[in-house]
């Protein structure tokens, strides 16, 4: 098939960026949307030409590394769906695909399609995480996790932390991100213990990284590549309740 | 250079004791004065790191990725192994060291693999400690499968993503000490060369990738845990930044590479459908406990499934050869991946291969529709069929899915002693980085494994008692001459590569040097077919330092890493051929034409080749010298394996 590409080119953070068009001919439809890239890509530099820099690596669709807006969507308009796992039978010949980064204050570009991500990273170090050292932890089968709480915990861990749901959300914000990971451990006895602690220091280190506050509008659980549920975010803010009114403060 | 494996004395159960009771110590004051440098943060980089932050030591950690958490560890589905024998079925720790050492096909080093298996079940207690939600059963309690290789279920498991949970675990290890301050992160960095200094490591050069710079780093210690080299198949199940390049520079500043041409091919892939195809995609093996794998019996009814005149589902239950079944009723379709990989291969080249290409077989799941029903079959492999349908466009409820083989791991790495050191003196590497344990093939669900052991169970100790006589040893200033010159050559190869602005771009390289790989040193190698691919490889090398194009753009430039790794793949591919040359027989995944049974398995030479091959490198246009290490099997009898 034979495409229009409108893709956002940008030398660096601090350079001013510019939508360039490219027509591409003769694209296999079985191609990843990404393998159609690298055939752009292959063009440009046989031309001389500065390739189009954008993340990627697993390309089965569980790293997080890729994340493209396609015409106007976080990795496409196809549900539960990777930029990796798109394939090019999904457009037509003809068509014209405009290609964006990340749009989000929290998420600068770097170059082109690549945007740093590390908040994400900041916002685990706050406390994404059960404290335990290596070594004198009680046998696996100690302590029972009812079925129910464990494949819930695990629905809440599938996030792949591509920073979709920052981008879909009008205030760029990260609490489907956050509650994912705050759910995960408030439905295990394992993650109790921190609990009060972690969701206090995770929403505060939300609010010093820049990103919005949640008004409701769900695009984040509409455009989440793992279909990681909003009831996260409600967990979280019974959790955050709590502590609050629990009275207990952070660490 | 005299190769020591440094193996306590003493029965094979108690050497890890042992050794834990003898080793030096290091005092928490003087933990503080030692720099440790980690590259990678896959699992067992991440556990690496985050268990010497724990201790006190100075950790500085390096990725290639834009996170810690994006290593490529995170895409191991299936799950991992531990001797735990929750399933009541008779296993133990002695049991997984057989399956292990049987399974490697006795190539592997009985008292690593010993401890590796002794260490399985802690891992599962940390990782459920920090909370990764392993699968449990309606009692609370953790569940169990079955996996290639074994005859017991002691395989934990995440949905289809335990690689992501164990990752993501260690992950928050990590952060948690990135956090404290005891570990120093830096992300977007790739290792382009070892810093020796008096024959010990002691600092990296490192490229950031977003401004292009150089960078310098000293430590006391480093420890490589950058993965493995199957991209140098360029074709593989490995994510696309995975690479050689850091153990291929270690390998050039004295650490030997061993057993380089064990390689695996893992049987559950989805088929290759174009040129343009930039990896492939696997499916966890866990699919082979209820998928049944089959040919047409009939060559005339392959030949029209190809044609796509009729359909899989067109072809009666009496006209279909359960290939697996037949040849090996004990294991059936549970036989080891080297086996389930040959096997499709035999297949397909006598003409019963399917899809367009004749290369591809059958995995069916109808049975298991009949006998669980579609919810189980959804709630166990969901997330896979539905992978599998948005490549292929195929509904694997309905029609029976496609594979075919694919390169996936590597056995082979930097050869290492007991204590996961390398032959240069204070170089570590671990998983898939290292070539320990799993001698000429890996068993399903023991990558995940040991790459938890080596970091969060072995190296914290073995570790310990190297820094132990370095704590008089200062900071190290990164201003000394092999800084220096080792920084220079970094930038004389990358100015060397800009130079050439050839006409063919580092793909098609790429994919030529995969081709001549997988056509002759992948899955059936003969002596004609490498010592083809050694003269190709290296008409292809002097290729590529002719006429590859490289842009010269400043910063950022994502070709040039490319070619960086695909200059360093041009010399690997070359060992592994020779390697394959080298040793006369088949094990394991290393699978020589000449050497087979009568009925096509693999036939070992156990009196001429039961030995580690370790090369040391002479430069590139020279031959490496082979360095052997005799394999002892005082704890196991060496048989052919039998999986009927």
Known sequence: ?251 | MELNSNIPNGPLSEKWTKYKINQKLVNPANKRKLDIIVIGTGLAGASAAASFGEMGFNVKVFCIQDSPRRAHSIAAQGGINAAKNYANDGDSVQRLFNDTIKGGDYRAREANVYRLAEVSNNIIDQCVAQGVPFARDYSGLLANRSFGGAQVSRTFYAKGQTGQQLLLGAYGALSKEIEKGTVKMYTRREMLDLVVIDGRARGVIVRNLITGELERYAAHAVVVASGGYGRVFYLSTNAMSSNGSAIWQCYKKGACMANPCFTQIHPTCIPVHGDYQSKLTLMSESLRNDGRIWVPKDAEKARLLREGKIKATDIPEEERDYYLERRYPAFGNLVPRDVASRAAKERCDAGYGVNNTGRAVYLDFKEALQRLGKKAVEEKYGNLFEMYERIVDENPYVTPMMIYPAVHYTMGGLWVDYELQTTVKGLFAAGEANFSDHGANRLGASALMQGLSDGYFILPYTMQNYLADQINVPHFSTDSKEFEEAENAVRQKIAKILAINGNTTVDTFHRRLGHIMWEKVGMARTEQSLTEAIAEIKELRAEFWQHVKVPKTEGMNTELEKALRVADFLEMGELIARDALMRNESCGGHFRSEYQTPDGEALRDDEHYAFVAAYEYQGVDNEPVLHKEELRFENVELKQRNYK
């Open chain 1, 1 to 251: 098939m034979n495409i229009k590409l409108k893709i956002w080119r940008q030398h660096n953070a601090a350079a001013k960026g510019e939508f360039v068009e490219y027509q591409l001919n003769e694209v296999p439809a079985e191609a990843s949307f990404l393998e159609m890239l690298d055939i752009l890509n292959e063009q440009l530099v046989l031309k001389g030409d500065d390739p189009v820099a954008f993340d990627h690596d697993c390309r089965e669709g569980i790293c997080g590394a890729c994340g493209l807006y396609i015409n106007g969507h976080p990795h496409g308009k196809f549900k539960n769906t990777t930029t990796c796992q798109l394939h090019m039978r999904k457009f037509k010949d003809g068509d014209t695909i405009t290609v964006e980064p990340w749009r989000s204050e929290a998420f600068p570009i770097i170059k082109d399609l690549m945007v740093d991500r590390s908040a994400f990273d900041k916002l685990i170090q706050a406390g994404g995480y059960i404290s335990v050292h290596t070594g004198g932890v009680p046998d696996a089968n100690t302590i029972p996790v009812s079925k129910r709480n464990a494949d819930l915990a695990m629905d809440a861990a599938a996030c792949i932390g591509c920073g979709a749901c920052v981008a879909a959300c009008k205030n760029s914000s990260a609490m489907l991100f956050v509650g994912a990971k705050v759910s995960q451990f408030a439905l295990l006895p394992q993650g109790q213990i921190e609990g009060e602690d972690r969701v206090q220091k995770m929403v505060a280190r939300m609010d010093e990284l820049g990103f919005g506050n949640c008004t409701n509008t769900f695009a984040c659980q509409a455009e989440c590549p793992k279909n990681i549920s909003v009831s996260n975010i409600a967990r979280m803010n019974r959790q955050y309740l709590a502590a609050k009114i629990g009275g207990k403060k952070t660490n």
